[in-house]
């Protein structure tokens, strides 16, 4: 476990490097470091001022973004495999996928006309997710006595419609507006700023803090609801808490960097097969990971085929699944 | 003053009745072992006492104090739970199986306290314990495992402990292991025993007084050896027994037509 959290906050801070130095304005790593060092008052920068706006104005917003959704999604998706005690839950099981999609698309086509991608973008894909949450817990019946496979059923519902109500929307629209909605539902960091970070930041800390310390009661939620209950957890409770705490973090990183699949579900099974099944080990480690990996995933996706860019989707599931095969491979080897 | 008071109590699923008007008193420091066939609701009473569910009539209380109104917190020390069916969740310790009885005590978000660990560490020694604490609950044998689930529930530190079926699956040897573990924590501990179970004999030679449960009400309630020679308990199950006293101790016999 300490060998496992030391290599990944290693890795955490190698990324945090990568996203600084790489990109298609070669700037040495010595120099960029030394940059970082300088702010902290230890030595002096000698970037020019064009390659300190590189780094200061696109490259960190956009790592400290990449970062923060790493860590979200990550968590949460831990956090919903702990709480339905179900390995394919994901943060976008109770419809906060379909209903920024539908918000998104919303802005796009109704509020842009399907000419651009308007501000009002983010507010309406993050009012949708939360819309789409509270509507599946509260069909679902609050989570409260419900079984929860109740509450899976009404987001696939939920999401069901609401993926409908937004394929009807695009259909009436424009091919331009098609292609906007796209390649947000593909999600990107591309247009990272401070701004957006500073819009993101106190969601995602309280929640990545919030499902951080529900490790505990995850732990116990393992023997299943009733003996939870009968060993003096309430149940009810900590499902609202931390359902609610992943949905709102989740949802305030999908208003900001569209719909980035795969980190939600692949990071915490990663972290699951080298640290074990207790959630006080795979939550902390899950935020170190999925930030590290998210950074280098849109390291990846903004590099290889540059001028242009991946989705960073399509990064995580194709650097992803390779991980998770290669890492489950090894496990098995060492247990036989 | 009895410690588990059942008061008039009736549980309905829907519109189906479970139990019905049971009234039952189990003394502090005795065991009281509810029989009865298959779909008596035994398995409802049970839960109903470890507070997992609601009566639609009636109460449930613990040394005078309603389950009903209590936190899960508060339950949880109170009473303690085995259950029919345990969930042994893979990848899990032993030791770390057994520290969850000690949840209601260090709470969610605080690490266990020195007592929390050394209740663990003697309960994993008194059910000699302590050579698995570091296996994987998953691969631990039937008896082993039920072991570990009373350990678990005596983590709790309690002074009521309601058992459903705890032998079931489990070869002769396992099964009066666990009654005689369960028999010292009653006569050395003061714990207060509610148990269900199926084997007639067993249950007439561990409990102080038996419960006979059929379609949702209490059809005989007495010591031992007179409900298991009761000719109630024969029209319960539809069928003839005979009572052999064995060296003083009573065995049921099932007789086939």
Not at chain 1, 185 to 201: D, I
Not at chain 1, 322 to 332: A, D, E, G, K, M
Not at chain 2, 84 to 102: E, F, I, K, N, W
Not at chain 2, 166 to 183: A, N
Request: proline share 4%; charged share 15%; hydrophobic share 50%.
């Amino acid at each position: 476990m300490a060998l496992v959290a030391i290599v990944t906050l290693a890795l955490l801070a190698v990324a945090v490097v990568c996203g600084l130095v790489i990109g298609p304005t070669p700037i040495g790593t010595a120099r960029v470091l030394g940059d970082v060092f300088s702010h902290v008052g230890l030595g002096h920068s000698t970037l020019t001022s064009t390659q300190s706006a590189i780094i200061w104005t696109i490259r960190a917003p956009r790592m400290v973004l990449g970062l923060l959704a790493g860590a979200m999604l990550a968590v949460a998706g831990a956090t919903y495999q702990g709480v339905f005690r179900n390995p394919l839950a994901d943060p976008y099981l109770l419809g906060v996928a379909a209903g920024a999609g539908l918000g998104a698309t919303i802005a796009i086509v109704d509020l842009g006309g399907g000419l651009n991608t308007p501000s009002w973008t983010p507010p309406l894909a993050f009012v949708g997710a939360m819309v789409a949450v509270v509507v599946t817990w509260v069909i679902g019946g609050r989570g409260l006595r419900s079984s929860t496979s109740t509450l899976i059923l009404a987001g696939v519902a939920v999401a069901a419609l609401l993926t409908s109500s937004q394929t009807f929307l695009l259909q009436q629209s424009s091919p331009n507006s098609i292609a906007l909605v796209y390649i947000w539902l593909l999600g990107s960091l591309a247009s990272a700023s401070w701004s957006s970070v500073e819009l993101v930041l106190p969601y995602v800390l309280v929640c990545v803090v919030v499902c951080v310390a529900a490790g505990q009661a995850l732990d116990v939620m393992s023997v299943g609801e009733d003996e939870s209950r009968s060993l003096g957890l309430p149940v009810g409770k900590v499902r609202l808490i931390v359902i609610a705490a992943s949905s709102l973090g989740t949802a305030a990183i999908v208003s900001a960097v569209g719909l980035i699949g795969f980190v939600g579900i692949i990071v915490p099974h990663i972290v699951r097969l080298l640290v074990g099944t207790s959630y006080r080990r795979i939550l902390p480690i899950s935020v170190a990971f999925g930030a590290a990996f998210l950074i280098f995933a849109d390291t990846i996706a903004r590099t290889v085929m540059a001028p242009s860019e991946l989705p960073i989707g399509v990064v995580t599931a194709i650097v992803g699944a390779p991980v998770f095969v290669f890492i489950l491979s090894l496990r098995r080897q060492m247990a036989s | 003053m009895s410690t588990v008071e059942l008061h008039d109590l009736s549980v309905e699923a829907g519109s189906t009745t479970l139990i019905s008007d049971v009234s039952l008193n189990v003394e502090a420091g005795t065991w009281c072992t509810v029989i009865g066939p298959n779909g008596a609701g035994k398995t409802t009473l049970v839960e109903t006492v470890a507070g997992l569910r609601r009566p639609s009539k009636g109460s449930v209380s613990i040394s005078g104090a309603p389950v009903g109104s209590m936190s899960e917190r508060e339950r949880a020390k109170r009473v303690a739970l085995v259950p029919q069916h345990p969930t042994v969740p893979a990848g899990m310790s032993v030791r770390d199986y057994v520290a969850l009885g000690r949840t209601a005590y260090h709470g969610l978000l605080r690490a266990p306290s020195a007592l929390d660990r050394k209740t663990v560490d003697t309960v994993l020694a008194r059910l000699t314990l302590d050579e698995f604490s570091h296996r994987d609950v998953f691969t631990l044998s039937g008896g082993e495992r039920q072991r570990m689930v009373l350990a678990r529930a005596l983590a709790q530190s309690t002074m009521v402990m309601v058992l459903d079926e705890p032998i079931t699956g489990l070869d002769l040897r396992h099964q009066i292991t666990i009654l005689e573990l369960l028999q010292k924590e009653v006569r050395e501990g003061g714990l207060t025993v509610l148990a269900t179970l199926h084997d007639l004999t067993l249950a007439g030679q561990f409990a102080d007084r038996l419960v006979l449960l059929d379609h949702g009400a209490v059809v005989l309630d007495g010591p031992s050896g007179e409900v298991v020679r009761s000719e109630e308990l024969q029209a319960c199950y539809g069928m003839r027994l005979r009572v052999v006293d064995v060296d003083g101790a009573d065995v049921v016999i099932p007789i086939r037509h």
